[in-house]
């Protein structure tokens, strides 16, 4: 089923628009290459780095955990009733 529009919604979502909240991205030197071994790939602007996407380090984020998982204590359950 489509949605209906709803002006008494339209009103509660209005916001001032933000304002001088941007920055300007930092940006490098044009004319850059990738500084691997026979790789010609031109850099970004916006890429700070001295290799391309395929020859960068990839570095995944992981979250860390404050407490090791074998640590925690686990809680008391009472005892399943049989069925």
Do not use: K
């Not at 979502?13 to 930092?26: D, F, K, Q, W």
């Not at 290799?51 to 008391?76: E, I, K, M, N, Q």
């Amino acid at each position: 089923m489509p949605q209906r529009h709803r002006p008494e919604l339209s009103e509660s979502v209005m916001a001032e628009p933000l304002v001088g909240s941007r920055r300007t991205p930092r940006t490098f030197g044009p004319d850059r290459v990738c500084e691997a071994p026979e790789c010609r790939t031109r850099l970004s602007i916006y890429n700070g780095g001295s290799f391309c996407a395929s020859h960068s380090a990839h570095r995944v984020w992981r979250p860390t955990r404050l407490t090791p998982v074998d640590t925690l204590p686990v809680p008391d359950r009472p005892p399943r009733d049989a069925a």
